[in-house]
């Protein structure tokens, strides 16, 4: 099946990757159809276009005659476009009066305000940024699908419609490979309907195959994702979503990104996350009030059960045990969430400056929880019958910019119990692996030293209350342009103006970093924290270490800032945040 999913990952115009870490089936397209990428390009490399780069202005009383395209914008009209204008990567917006005489193409940004424009031709817009690179000193375009994200996310669609509407039938990955279900697949219609200017609905039926097989009563090998959505606007919108699922979710979703995580499972057996049963529905109201800001307020009835491990096949170490799967406090759980983003990044990609501003609060509330007799009372105190809990999640992170090839960039995360009965065992947290923190053992802060029951000493269960981390990065670009391409001579593409390379490397970050955080029980007993405090800074575990990131893949090397630990060796395949 893996090998099957990859081949077709390799042949299709769109990888389809599934969001399924918090019961959700959030189905987005990471590149362009090939026919329009190559649409694009033509269009840009053409002779008679007009190219520019950059936040670009057309003020009124101005005209552009010809062609545009501009890249990376964005890009503000309030002029006269004398013929079709084509925005990559980047928005674009119209002030009253401007007008375009043929065509308008905005793709991997959105187009505002069209209303106000007097606009000859069509006009399209597409999400999805154009991958591409650059050859003959940056004065043409040549596509370059990144090759990265579809290998670790395979799958393959049929699409049909037109650009207003689309249908689909897609087949990838529902996740990551993991020790509960292997490889999980989802399969299914996707549908995205235009009911009428800027008023949208979209309905994804998927189900889920399960291929790591258990025949137990508790789980079956087969799962579903259903979602519906009505959306009004394109810049600004707001919409209400519903969604019912039956779906394995992890414990801690929050340190390394799911595509590492299912492939240090796959190929080396190690699962650095746990895992629950999680059934019900959702609904879920959203507004974007500002381009840079996103709230959402989430109802959720949630049936969550444990899952035991399985047996998955892997590449290496394929007679190894797995980590055993702690169980969880099992029930029906009623939640409350509210959610705020403030994304002010140049880049969601590839950000060198900007901030972004993640917090979500949560209040949950359970009639029929049945708590595990194997917690300890010195980890937290007896769970009642009627239960209620709140917990708080954040992440804040800078970009900067210091110089033309050198960046510093600082990342805070935390959160956890904020009120109510203690949490749930799903709910709980700890500190200590490849991320945040490679310098330190998996689970190094997990608050389970009193833990006796083998079931999750075994397991090295995350039990902690709260957990906060503080990650500092210094990056240093160094150019390559190097390229290679068996089919033509040793000359590099971008200096013969050929076809394109088989491969690539223009440049790599040389990375210096440091870590430094805590995850801990909150009271007032022994090896506990008071409420409103934060653990001693020399309690916490602390880090250093450097690496080269090519694009996203890196190489890393970390050293604890403890006596006796040893230097840690760590694959990256993102950046670190």
């Keep these: 099946m893996i090998t099957l999913l990859l081949a077709l990952a390799m042949v299709q115009d769109t990888t389809i990757v599934i969001h399924a870490e918090s019961s959700s089936a959030t189905l987005e397209a990471r590149a362009l159809p090939r026919v329009v990428s190559e649409e694009i390009i033509r269009f840009y490399n053409a002779p008679g276009t007009t190219r520019l780069v950059g936040r670009t202005r057309l003020p009124r009383g101005n005209e552009w005659r010809g062609n545009v395209a501009v890249r990376n914008g964005p890009v503000l009209v309030a002029g006269r476009v004398q013929g079709s204008l084509v925005v990559i990567n980047g928005d674009l917006l119209f002030e009253t009066g401007a007008e375009v005489t043929g065509d308008v193409i905005v793709v991997g940004g959105t187009a505002d305000d069209t209303a106000k424009a007097r606009i000859g031709g069509e006009v399209r817009q597409y999400r999805e940024p154009l991958l591409y690179r650059l050859r003959k000193d940056g004065d043409e375009l040549v596509y370059a699908p990144n090759l990265r994200v579809r290998l670790w996310n395979p799958g393959a669609q049929v699409s049909w419609g037109t650009a207003d509407s689309r249908s689909a039938l897609t087949i990838a990955t529902g996740g990551t490979f993991n020790r509960i279900e292997g490889l999980p697949v989802v399969f299914g219609p996707l549908f995205d309907w235009k009911l009428q200017r800027n008023f949208r609905m979209r309905v994804d039926a998927l189900g889920v195959f399960r291929s790591a097989g258990d025949l137990s009563d508790r789980r079956s090998d087969l799962g579903y994702m259903f979602r519906s959505e009505l959306r009004a606007g394109d810049v600004r919108p707001v919409g209400l979503a519903l969604r019912a699922f039956d779906v394995v979710s992890p414990v801690e979703d929050w340190g390394l990104h799911s595509a590492e995580i299912g492939w240090s499972a796959f190929l080396f057996g190690r699962d650095y996350r746990d895992y629950y049963l999680n059934k019900g529905w959702a609904a879920r109201a959203f507004a974007q009030p500002e381009r840079q800001i996103s709230l959402a307020v989430e109802l959720r009835r949630e049936w969550q059960t444990s899952v035991t491990t399985q047996d998955p096949w892997t590449v290496f170490r394929n007679s190894d045990k797995w980590r055993p799967n702690p169980p969880i406090d099992e029930g029906h759980f009623t939640t409350i969430a509210t959610s705020a983003v403030l994304d002010a ?12 501003v993640r917090a979500t609060l949560e209040n949950s509330r359970s009639t029929d929880v049945v708590p595990n007799s194997g917690v300890p009372a010195t980890v937290r105190d007896p769970i009642p019958n009627r239960y209620q809990f709140d917990r708080l999640f954040f992440d804040v992170r800078n970009y900067s910019r210091i110089s033309p090839g050198g960046r510093v960039n600082v990342r805070l995360t935390g959160g956890g119990w904020i009120g109510g009965d203690p949490l749930p065992l799903q709910r709980r947290l700890s500190l200590g692996g490849p991320d945040p923190m490679p310098g330190h053992a998996f689970r190094a802060a997990g608050c389970n030293n009193a833990f006796t029951d083998p079931t999750f000493t075994e397991a090295n269960v995350a039990a902690c209350d709260r957990v906060i981390t503080f990650q500092t990065e210094y990056r240093g670009h160094v150019k390559l342009n190097w390229s290679y391409n068996p089919s033509k001579d040793d000359k590099p593409e971008r200096d013969e103006g050929g076809g394109p390379s088989f491969f690539w490397l223009e440049g790599l970050d040389v990375v210096v970093f440091a870590d430094a955080g805590q995850a801990w029980l909150v009271g007032n007993g022994p090896g506990h924290v ?40 760590t694959v990256r395949l993102d950046h670190r945040f």
């Design 530 to 569: 008071p409420t409103g405090k934060l653990p001693a800074f020399s309690s916490w575990l602390v880090d250093a270490g450097l690496g080269v990131d090519w694009g996203g893949f890196g190489v890393y090397i970390a050293k604890a800032v403890t006596t006796g630990e040893r230097l840690r060796f």
């Design 345 to 356: 990044r140049n880049d969601p990609e590839e950000p060198t400056s900007g901030w972004l």
